[in-house]
């Protein structure tokens, strides 16, 4: 359920979920159990722009897993762990960890999102059949090609996750694919000032803050963009 209150934004919601979680897996002494808990908790913690924390968190979980030996458990933690070291700038920490795990096509995907190769990442979940992890790495490969200004690929990335993500109505991620939509057409019209920009700053303000943290780095690419957001 956690993962259902994240994608429709309820992140207080979220946490409690995981709160609760960490506290029957230390109860019921069920490690396994602990670490999906614990990835989840430090992923809504970095969606609610709480880095410091989902920082901590990450670095507790990753040292209970090189302790034990990245032992597999169902659900898989490792896509969580990697969308918070992605984003906090430690994908080595994700690869030092990769030398004592057992290869998966879960870690393998995970692996790709730590260092940024969304992409790769998408098409690793798409074959797996996790539809919600290859919607979120589309959104990633997205933001990745805008920045780029390579506009049409980040459409085709960015309209296979909005057409999941409107079929499941995970409003969080619509929002911030919509903000890319609008993005979008800033970038290929930078001195556009009219409505996409006014449906910009209305996306943003709208998003969460690390959710307006990205698309922000996506624009500051584009200076003229950023004029406008000021």
Avoid: C
Avoid at 45 to 67: F, I, K, N, P
Avoid at 201 to 225: D, F, I, K, N, Y
């Amino acid at each position: 359920r956690a993962w259902i209150r994240l994608a429709s934004g309820n992140l207080q919601g979220a946490l409690d979920d995981t709160d609760t979680a960490v506290q029957l897996a230390q109860t019921a002494d069920s490690p396994y159990d602990l670490y999906w808990a614990l990835g989840v908790r430090g992923r809504i913690l970095l969606a609610a722009g709480r880095t410091q924390e989902a920082d901590a968190q990450a670095s507790e979980l990753l040292a209970m897993l090189l302790e034990r030996g990245a032992p597999l458990t169902a659900p898989d933690w490792s896509g969580d762990l990697a969308v918070v070291l992605q984003a906090l700038g430690r994908a080595s920490d994700l690869q030092e960890l990769t030398r004592v795990w057992t290869p998966t096509p879960w870690r393998q995907a995970a692996a790709a999102i730590a260092v940024g190769n969304f992409e790769y990442a998408a098409d690793r979940y798409g074959q797996i059949g996790s539809l919600p992890d290859e919607a979120f790495a589309r959104l990633g490969a997205a933001r990745q090609l805008l920045a780029a200004g390579q506009t049409p690929q980040a459409n085709v990335q960015l309209q296979r996750a909005l057409g999941f993500y409107r079929q499941v109505k995970a409003s969080a991620y619509l929002r911030e694919g919509e903000a890319l939509v609008a993005a979008e057409r800033l970038v290929d019209n930078p001195q556009q000032v009219g409505r996409p920009a006014d449906e910009l700053t209305s996306w943003l303000a709208h998003l969460t803050g690390w959710q307006a943290h990205r698309l922000l780095q996506v624009l500051a690419s584009v200076e003229q963009v950023v004029t406008l957001l000021d």
